[in-house]
C-alpha cells in the first residue's frame, strides 16, 4: 500500500507544482501500474480471508479498503481532468 500511495502522490504534487500535461500523465501510468499490481494482491488477500474467516469477512474488507481507495482514485481522476 505504501507504494500505491507514494506514486499517488508523486501525480497529485506533479499536478499541484504545475507540471506538463506530459509529466503527469507519466507519473499517472506509472501510478496505474502500480495499482494494477496492488488490486492484484489486494483480491488474493480477500480470497483468503473469505476462505480462512468466511464471506462476511472478505465483504467487511472490500467495503472497508477497496471503496475507501476507489473514492481517493475517483478523486485524482476528476483532478486530472
Not at 497529485?12 to 501500474?33: F, L, M, N, R, T
Not at 499490481?37 to 483468503?48: G, Q, V
Not at 472497508?64 to 481517493?72: A, D, L, S, T
Request: aromatic share 16%; hydrophobic share 35%.
Amino acid at each position: 500500500m505504501d507504494t500505491r500511495l507514494y506514486k499517488w502522490r508523486q501525480v497529485a504534487w506533479a499536478v499541484e507544482d504545475g507540471k506538463s500535461a506530459e509529466e503527469i500523465w507519466v507519473k499517472y501510468d506509472d501510478y496505474q501500474k502500480t495499482l494494477r499490481e496492488w488490486s492484484f494482491s489486494l483480491n488474493r488477500n480477500r480470497a483468503l480471508l473469505c476462505r480462512y474467516f468466511g464471506p462476511e469477512v472478505g465483504q467487511t474488507f472490500e467495503g472497508e479498503v477497496i471503496y475507501g481507495f476507489k473514492e481517493v482514485q475517483d478523486s485524482l481522476r476528476e483532478r486530472l481532468g
